[in-house]
């Protein structure tokens, strides 16, 4: 899905391809550019854009990226040869942080401007778009670039930034969608080194979130949440996940970054997962399972690390008759 | 414990039994009705209301409901002839919602309406009883029918609806109370098909509830906290819960909906429960425990599935020695 | 760290040491003053204060106490010939409560005043200090006494109450800082039982703390989380707790009461933690982990109860090869 970057972060500093030396100074180990334009987006894989720098840290064979202006950033030295408009960097977390820090105003740097109306004890910003059918409570915000559709429900307390909401959806109270993900070098740490977060969450129609639920946006791209999927308390997802339609979470689940989960899975109370694993389609996952590893369509699991629902009975029964 | 249910869900629309058929339509499989009243309430098996729909999802042999004007929902055939006046419908979950949906307006569909006095930083319901006594912090939502006892405290930034609270509370930041539970068909997914919750939370005297907790409303009846019981941060307590006397839940523990849990039990953080089950008095938890099945008084359990900590040591121990 | 109490926590009545039989009347088993003096403080065993009281729960050989004004309460027997200035107590937690609920205000019981600014959307105490470059944004409450300094962003949502917040701190929406820990004594149950919670919080430059956390002040001390630590959604942290500097820690971990951790820790998410352990430097906790042993420098460990992340992984694989 693509979205206007601009509607939610909006532009800081417009660079060209050629300021980029200047801007990563003696992060750049080497740079071959033949094409310099203004910088206006950033990539990813999945999801290429025009005038964009696209941020790489695997070793790709294939130039994808020939038929759009985009300039490859990487600490791969290996890309060298694949690509033509490519900047080698020490440091990719770095080099990210730096363009986009510059590039973009987001909510995790001093200087993020929003304007509101106090419409009913709820903060809506200016540069949101709510139909008019939506029903908001009190002491909501509902910052810049916010889209919600119809007769959706927003209870109380409620925040909702870098987000497109569908029709018919029922957010509870104390819960925060759209807020920032947990993305950064192990290495560097510190509030600011944190990745900046520049992608938004999309949930479609009828879906349920539940009370103090926490829905990271995407860092690029997207979060998603599918069609008719109904998730309980307590619930955190993280950026990048992609959630099917009809899934049922109960509360407390914990969804790491980058998980991608199909069609009608259905997930116990305090589940864990393992960030960028993907789950199939009509999966089961028991309460209190860890998933660490893809699963299957059709899969049906339990325990920590979660196996097969089937084996993981027979081995407690098994160690209890043993005594282990 | 009985509650004016239209206290907190006004009535929608008013029905007469005999307009079940056109509510339901091709819902219903079979009909018998010797009896037509206004419908003004509904029932649960442990609470039985006059003029009221009970929906039954078990197979019963008595007809419990023979002095009060109650008319029996059920997907069961084998209820036909035990009750004079009962409709048997195809799915139970659609008839309840059909119905409870068009008798009562609730917080999940558009339309509910509260009118709030805005008092010293928070929202308070026209329709709600305070004593003056309570002080309530900044940024709260009291809704409409809720009532609070003598000297609680309701400290910022937290959400109470369809709840009745007594007296020497103190419920902490962020948390929210009354919330709506979890109830849906699990073939039927999607915001609209979530079970109408029309019950309340009652909160006893002395009760301590930390900052960012959620206590769901019950179903039909209520969700129950017993005098003295203290709970930490981040606790969810779902629908139906039924909580005794002084008990101490730590951190980050979630009771599934349903569960009764006696006098006097102590429970450790992150400790989690599955629905329906059924924990004795004295009982102690320990931290991380995955409780799957009834405990007896006195039990103390560890591990998941909860077993009894004595033997949950050994086999830790065991498996060190034998090296599993 | 030293703090002024009174900042956080007004004078409520102002006792001289031979004014504690008054106060504690039957709890009193003996008393032995050679000292009297006007109490003006709390002082813990790491933190002596002067014209204190110290609680003491333990068997202390040496009187550390002897430079400054400070009287022992005791429930230790053994500690009659240690101290000069000594009351032995029936229960230490029942005194404790007693006394502070005497001296000072707090949050816990009814009376607590604070007076707020309501500063473009939130309610900002007039008794706190914050640097004009820090945001803030909707729906916050900054409560008495708080500090916090320049060019931290807090969000929407956000409850901050004794504490002491510094430079470069990114605070996300609905989390609550500062708020009242999980203290009391097993047997003595309720809302008016739980130990006034009279210590603060303390975080220092560049932390990030993400959306719906909950930080719990310190008992008479401080919990404190360190500089450059990164802390992801949902995570509790109970009071006391010490954190290192460049901590890393994922959603929904939780840390119990009084535990330490040394620099450099990563932690995975839905952790949890025995209350009144330490672990050293550069240690790696998977997620889903269940620590309950103190822990060595440069330890990595895994599962429940957490071992080494090898012998842990070994144990999995012979489990799965047995069919355990």
Redesign the interface.
């Known amino acids: 899905m693509n979205f206007k970057r601009s509607n939610f972060f909006p532009y800081k500093n417009k660079y060209y391809i050629d300021q980029l030396g200047t801007l990563l100074k003696n992060e750049i180990l080497f740079s071959n550019t033949n094409n310099n334009f203004e910088i206006n987006e950033i990539s990813s894989l999945s999801n290429l854009r025009d005038n964009s720098i696209l941020f790489v840290e695997s070793d790709l064979k294939i130039d994808k990226v020939n038929d759009k202006n985009i300039h490859v950033i990487t600490n791969i030295n290996e890309n060298k040869s694949n690509f033509n408009n490519i900047t080698i960097v020490k440091n990719l977390n770095i080099a990210y942080n730096i363009i986009c820090n510059q590039l973009f105003h987001h909510?995790?740097?001093?200087g993020?401007i929003d304007e509101?109306d106090?419409i009913n004890?709820s903060?809506i910003s200016k540069f949101s778009q709510i139909d008019k059918?939506t029903?908001i409570?009190?002491?909501c915000?509902i910052s810049r670039g916010v889209e919600i559709g119809k007769?959706t429900?927003i209870?109380?307390?409620v925040?909702i930034k870098n987000s497109i909401i569908g029709n018919?959806?029922?957010i509870?109270?104390?819960?925060?969608i759209g807020?920032?993900g947990?993305g950064?070098d192990?290495n560097k740490?510190?509030?600011?080194n944190?990745n900046p977060q520049l992608g938004i969450t999309v949930i479609d129609d009828?879906?349920?979130i539940?009370?103090?639920?926490?829905v990271?946006r995407g860092k690029i791209d997207i979060t998603h949440i599918g069609?008719?999927?109904?998730i309980?308390?307590?619930v955190?997802i993280?950026h990048n996940v992609i959630i099917g339609k009809?899934?049922?979470i109960?509360?407390?689940t914990?969804i790491?970054g980058s998980v991608m989960i199909g069609d009608n899975v259905?997930i116990g109370?305090?589940a864990?997962f393992?960030g960028h694993i993907k789950i199939g389609e009509n999966v089961i996952i028991a309460?209190?399972s860890?998933v660490t590893k893809n699963l299957r369509n059709n899969s049906v699991v339990a325990g920590?690390?979660a196996?097969d629902m089937k084996e993981w009975k027979?081995?407690?029964i098994?160690?209890?008759k043993?005594?282990?």
């Open positions: 909510e995790d740097q001093i993020f509101f106090f004890g903060y059918s029903e409570g009190k002491n915000i007769n429900i209870k109380n307390n925040v018919n959806i029922v509870c109270d104390n819960t925060s807020t920032s947990f950064f192990f740490r510190g509030s600011v944190l009828n879906v349920h539940g009370a103090s639920c926490t990271d069609k008719n999927s109904m309980d308390n307590m955190h993280g009809n899934a049922c109960a509360a407390q914990g790491s259905t109370g305090q864990g393992a309460a209190r860890g920590f690390p196996i027979k081995n407690i098994r160690q209890r043993n005594g282990y």
